[in-house]
C-alpha cells in the first residue's frame, strides 16, 4: 500500500481547496495520490538527495537535431557528438521541445508523450540521459490546434471540450499582458458554431483552461511520465501565462503560483531528486517571485544577465551589472539561479525594466540592428509597440558592425563566456555559443521567424571539420570553451551554492568574489570590458590564475583587454572558520 509524506499531503490539499474549491479538494486529493500511485512503481524509490548539484554542473542547450547527419536519427548525432567531442566538460543537457509539432520549433505541441519519430525514440532519449542530467520542456501555457485535444474540443467531444478558454470577442481585455502583438484571440469554427479562443502566443497555439482541474492533471501525469523517461530537470515553459482572470493581467497571478507549488509537491512526493525549473522572460521581481518561499521552484533562470552583459560589453561600462548584481538578493535555501547568455530565443529586453534607463535601452537595441539582428516587438501600455526581445546569436552580437570576426570579437565573446560561467548558481550555454555559430539569415529568411536568426542546424560534418581547422573561429571558441568548463568544474568556490560579493572594481571593469567554506577555496573574478589595457588593485588578492596558470601576487593587477582572470588560494584556517 502507497503511504504519501503527510505533510506534503495536506500541503497538496490546501492547494487544490484554493484553486477548486474547498468541496473538491477531498476527491482531487485522492486523485493526486492516484497519480503518484501509478508512476511510483516503475521510479525508484523516493529518497531527498544530499545535494541537488554541485560545481559540476553545466547546462547544455540544444534542440535535439542541431547537428544533423544523413541516415542518423538527429538524437543519436547529437549523443555522438556530446560523448566523442564535449566528453566530461559539459554534465547536464536541455533538450528543446522533442515532441511532434505543428510550429514554434517545437513548442506547438501536438503529443507530450511522444517523440517526434524525425528526431529519434525515447530509447534516444534514455541513451543520452544514461550519463548526462537531463532536462525536458513541459510546455504547459499551450498546446498545438493539431492535437487530438483541440480536435475533440472542434468537434465537442468530452472531456477536452472543456480544456479551452472561450471568450466573446467584445470583451474587454485591455488588462492582459502581452508578449506578442497578434490577436489575443482567434476565431474557430466548431460543432457548437464560431467560438473565439485564448491564444497568447500565436492562433496555432491555444491556451489551456487551468480552471479545468482535468487539464492540471495531465500535466501532472505527463510530468511524472518524464521522470521515468529520465529527467532530472523539468522546464515550466512560459509558465507566468497560465491562468487566466478577465480583468487581470494574467501574469503570475496567485493561482498561477498555486499550480507550480503543486508540481513541487508532487515531485518532493514521487522523485525529490527532480528539480523544477520556471521560465518567465519578465521584469527580475517577477522572475524570482517563482521561488516564492523556497516552495515553488527549485531553479530559476537569470533572464536580466544576458541584456545587462551585452550592454556591458557593447559600452564598456558595468555600472548597471555591477548595480544590479549588488542588490541580487540570494536564493532561498535549496533554490538557485540558471545563469545563461544566450538561449533559443532572443535577448529579453523587459528584464532591464527597472535596473537601465530607457535611453540605454534603445540604444542596446540601435547597437543589435547595427550588426545585423532584428528587434521582435510586443504590444505595449495604450497598444503601442515596444521592443520585447532581440534576435541574433550571441557570437555576432559581440563582433563589430560589417567586421569579420577578429581578436578583439574573440576576446570579448569569450570575456562574457567566462563570466557568466563564475557568477553564483547553474551555468547554461547554448550549442551555438559553444562553437560561435554567426546569424543564419537564410533560415530567417525561410521560415520569416526573427528567431531563426539563432537557431542554425548544422551537418554534423561539416561542423567538425571546422572545428577541426585550428584557423576558423569556431575550432578557438570551442577549445577556449571546454577549457574554461573543464577548469571550473574542478573548483569548490564555484558550487552553485557558494554566495558571491561584488568587488569594488572601476566602472571599467566588473569582479565577484566566490568563497567556499567547505571547500577552503577562494576565487577571486576580476574582467576588463573594455577593449584597453586595465589595471585594477585589490588587498589581500592574490594566488593562481586559474585560466593561465600565472601566479598573480598582491597589489595591481594587470588585465588585457576583455581579459578575465580567476584568481584562486586556499582559504586560511581563521578564514574559513570565520
Given at each position: 500500500?502507497?503511504?504519501?509524506?503527510?505533510?506534503?499531503?495536506?500541503?497538496?490539499?490546501?492547494?487544490?481547496?484554493?484553486?477548486?474549491?474547498?468541496?473538491?479538494?477531498?476527491?482531487?486529493?485522492?486523485?493526486?495520490?492516484?497519480?503518484?500511485?501509478?508512476?511510483?512503481?516503475?521510479?525508484?524509490?523516493?529518497?531527498?538527495?544530499?545535494?541537488?548539484?554541485?560545481?559540476?554542473?553545466?547546462?547544455?542547450?540544444?534542440?535535439?537535431?542541431?547537428?544533423?547527419?544523413?541516415?542518423?536519427?538527429?538524437?543519436?548525432?547529437?549523443?555522438?557528438?556530446?560523448?566523442?567531442?564535449?566528453?566530461?566538460?559539459?554534465?547536464?543537457?536541455?533538450?528543446?521541445?522533442?515532441?511532434?509539432?505543428?510550429?514554434?520549433?517545437?513548442?506547438?505541441?501536438?503529443?507530450?508523450?511522444?517523440?517526434?519519430?524525425?528526431?529519434?525514440?525515447?530509447?534516444?532519449?534514455?541513451?543520452?540521459?544514461?550519463?548526462?542530467?537531463?532536462?525536458?520542456?513541459?510546455?504547459?501555457?499551450?498546446?498545438?490546434?493539431?492535437?487530438?485535444?483541440f480536435k475533440d474540443y472542434v468537434m465537442g467531444i468530452a472531456p477536452a471540450?472543456?480544456?479551452?478558454?472561450?471568450?466573446?470577442?467584445?470583451?474587454?481585455?485591455?488588462?492582459?499582458?502581452?508578449?506578442?502583438?497578434?490577436?489575443?484571440?482567434?476565431?474557430?469554427?466548431?460543432?457548437?458554431?464560431?467560438?473565439?479562443?485564448?491564444?497568447?502566443?500565436?492562433?496555432?497555439?491555444?491556451?489551456?483552461?487551468?480552471?479545468?482541474?482535468?487539464?492540471?492533471?495531465?500535466?501532472?501525469?505527463?510530468?511524472?511520465?518524464?521522470?521515468?523517461?529520465?529527467?532530472?530537470?523539468?522546464?515550466?515553459?512560459?509558465?507566468?501565462?497560465?491562468?487566466?482572470?478577465?480583468?487581470?493581467?494574467?501574469?503570475?497571478?496567485?493561482?498561477?503560483?498555486?499550480?507550480?507549488?503543486?508540481?513541487?509537491?508532487?515531485?518532493?512526493?514521487?522523485?525529490?531528486?527532480?528539480?523544477?525549473?520556471?521560465?518567465?522572460?519578465?521584469?527580475?521581481?517577477?522572475?524570482?517571485?517563482?521561488?516564492?518561499?523556497?516552495?515553488?521552484?527549485?531553479?530559476?533562470?537569470?533572464?536580466?544577465?544576458?541584456?545587462?552583459?551585452?550592454?556591458?560589453?557593447?559600452?564598456?561600462?558595468?555600472?548597471?551589472?555591477?548595480?544590479?548584481?549588488?542588490?541580487?538578493?540570494p536564493p532561498p535555501a535549496g533554490c538557485t539561479f540558471l545563469n545563461f547568455?544566450?538561449?533559443?530565443?532572443?535577448?529579453?529586453?523587459?528584464?532591464?525594466?527597472?535596473?537601465?534607463?530607457?535611453?540605454?535601452?534603445?540604444?542596446?537595441?540601435?547597437?543589435?540592428?547595427?550588426?545585423?539582428?532584428?528587434?521582435?516587438?510586443?504590444?505595449?501600455?495604450?497598444?503601442?509597440?515596444?521592443?520585447?526581445?532581440?534576435?541574433?546569436?550571441?557570437?555576432?552580437?559581440?563582433?563589430?558592425?560589417?567586421?569579420?570576426?577578429?581578436?578583439?570579437?574573440?576576446?570579448?565573446?569569450?570575456?562574457?563566456?567566462?563570466?557568466?560561467?563564475?557568477?553564483?548558481?547553474?551555468?547554461?550555454?547554448?550549442?551555438?555559443?559553444?562553437?560561435?555559430?554567426?546569424?543564419?539569415?537564410?533560415?530567417?529568411?525561410?521560415?520569416?521567424?526573427?528567431?531563426?536568426?539563432?537557431?542554425?542546424?548544422?551537418?554534423?560534418?561539416?561542423?567538425?571539420?571546422?572545428?577541426?581547422?585550428?584557423?576558423?573561429?569556431?575550432?578557438?571558441?570551442?577549445?577556449?570553451?571546454?577549457?574554461?568548463?573543464?577548469?571550473?568544474?574542478?573548483?569548490?568556490?564555484?558550487?552553485?551554492?557558494?554566495?558571491?560579493?561584488?568587488?569594488?572594481?572601476?566602472?571599467?571593469?566588473?569582479?565577484?568574489?566566490?568563497?567556499?567554506?567547505?571547500?577552503?577555496?577562494?576565487?577571486?573574478?576580476v574582467a576588463n570590458l573594455t577593449d584597453l589595457p586595465q589595471q585594477v588593485?585589490?588587498?589581500?588578492?592574490?594566488?593562481?590564475?586559474?585560466?593561465?596558470?600565472?601566479?598573480?601576487?598582491?597589489?595591481?593587477?594587470?588585465?588585457?583587454?576583455?581579459?578575465?582572470?580567476?584568481?584562486?588560494?586556499?582559504?586560511?584556517?581563521?578564514?574559513?572558520?570565520?
Amino acid at each position: 500500500m502507497l503511504i504519501l509524506p503527510v505533510e506534503i499531503m495536506q500541503r497538496a490539499r490546501d492547494r487544490l481547496a484554493f484553486l477548486y474549491g474547498e468541496p473538491r479538494a477531498g476527491r482531487l486529493l485522492d486523485r493526486l495520490a492516484l497519480v503518484a500511485a501509478r508512476h511510483l512503481d516503475s521510479l525508484l524509490p523516493p529518497t531527498a538527495p544530499q545535494t541537488r548539484w554541485d560545481q559540476t554542473d553545466v547546462m547544455l542547450i540544444t534542440y535535439g537535431d542541431m547537428v544533423r547527419r544523413p541516415d542518423e536519427p538527429p538524437l543519436v548525432t547529437l549523443r555522438r557528438f556530446l560523448d566523442e567531442r564535449v566528453g566530461d566538460a559539459i554534465r547536464d543537457v536541455h533538450l528543446l521541445p522533442i515532441y511532434p509539432s505543428s510550429s514554434d520549433e517545437g513548442f506547438s505541441v501536438i503529443d507530450y508523450r511522444r517523440v517526434d519519430p524525425l528526431l529519434g525514440t525515447w530509447e534516444d532519449v534514455h541513451a543520452i540521459a544514461l550519463h548526462r542530467g537531463l532536462m525536458l520542456d513541459l510546455v504547459l501555457n499551450h498546446v498545438s490546434r493539431h492535437s487530438e485535444w483541440f480536435k475533440d474540443y472542434v468537434m465537442g467531444i468530452a472531456p477536452a471540450r472543456h480544456y479551452f478558454i472561450e471568450v466573446s470577442p467584445e470583451t474587454d481585455l485591455s488588462a492582459v499582458v502581452r508578449p506578442r502583438s497578434t490577436p489575443l484571440l482567434t476565431p474557430t469554427q466548431t460543432r457548437a458554431g464560431l467560438r473565439h479562443v485564448w491564444t497568447t502566443f500565436s492562433e496555432d497555439q491555444i491556451d489551456l483552461n487551468y480552471a479545468n482541474p482535468d487539464v492540471l492533471f495531465e500535466f501532472l501525469d505527463i510530468l511524472l511520465a518524464y521522470v521515468r523517461h529520465g529527467a532530472r530537470f523539468i522546464r515550466l515553459d512560459a509558465v507566468g501565462f497560465l491562468w487566466k482572470e478577465i480583468g487581470t493581467s494574467c501574469m503570475h497571478l496567485p493561482q498561477t503560483h498555486a499550480v507550480v507549488r503543486l508540481f513541487r509537491d508532487l515531485v518532493d512526493m514521487v522523485a525529490p531528486e527532480v528539480c523544477l525549473i520556471t521560465e518567465t522572460n519578465v521584469p527580475h521581481e517577477e522572475n524570482v517571485s517563482y521561488f516564492g518561499h523556497g516552495d515553488e521552484a527549485h531553479i530559476v533562470y537569470q533572464f536580466s544577465l544576458p541584456p545587462l552583459l551585452l550592454h556591458a560589453l557593447l559600452t564598456g561600462n558595468g555600472r548597471y551589472l555591477r548595480a544590479w548584481a549588488e542588490q541580487l538578493a540570494p536564493p532561498p535555501a535549496g533554490c538557485t539561479f540558471l545563469n545563461f547568455t544566450a538561449s533559443h530565443d532572443g535577448i529579453g529586453v523587459r528584464p532591464l525594466e527597472g535596473i537601465v534607463p530607457g535611453e540605454e535601452v534603445e540604444r542596446l537595441v540601435q547597437a543589435v540592428r547595427m550588426r545585423g539582428g532584428r528587434v521582435s516587438m510586443r504590444s505595449g501600455p495604450e497598444g503601442r509597440q515596444v521592443p520585447y526581445e532581440l534576435n541574433i546569436t550571441w557570437f555576432d552580437a559581440l563582433g563589430e558592425p560589417g567586421v569579420e570576426p577578429d581578436e578583439r570579437h574573440l576576446r570579448r565573446f569569450l570575456c562574457s563566456q567566462a563570466l557568466m560561467l563564475s557568477l553564483q548558481g547553474i551555468p547554461a550555454v547554448y550549442f551555438h555559443n559553444l562553437v560561435g555559430t554567426r546569424n543564419d539569415y537564410a533560415r530567417l529568411e525561410r521560415t520569416g521567424q526573427a528567431r531563426a536568426i539563432n537557431r542554425h542546424r548544422w551537418d554534423a560534418d561539416e561542423l567538425l571539420r571546422l572545428l577541426d581547422d585550428p584557423g576558423t573561429h569556431h575550432a578557438r571558441v570551442f577549445g577556449e570553451m571546454l577549457h574554461m568548463l573543464r577548469v571550473r568544474r574542478d573548483q569548490p568556490a564555484f558550487h552553485p551554492d557558494t554566495p558571491q560579493q561584488v568587488l569594488d572594481l572601476p566602472e571599467t571593469c566588473f569582479g565577484v568574489r566566490r568563497e567556499s567554506r567547505p571547500g577552503g577555496q577562494c576565487i577571486d573574478v576580476v574582467a576588463n570590458l573594455t577593449d584597453l589595457p586595465q589595471q585594477v588593485c585589490l588587498d589581500g588578492v592574490s594566488g593562481e590564475d586559474l585560466l593561465t596558470g600565472e601566479a598573480v601576487r598582491e597589489g595591481a593587477i594587470e588585465l588585457a583587454p576583455y581579459q578575465v582572470r580567476w584568481i584562486a588560494r586556499p582559504l586560511t584556517g581563521q578564514e574559513e572558520a570565520s
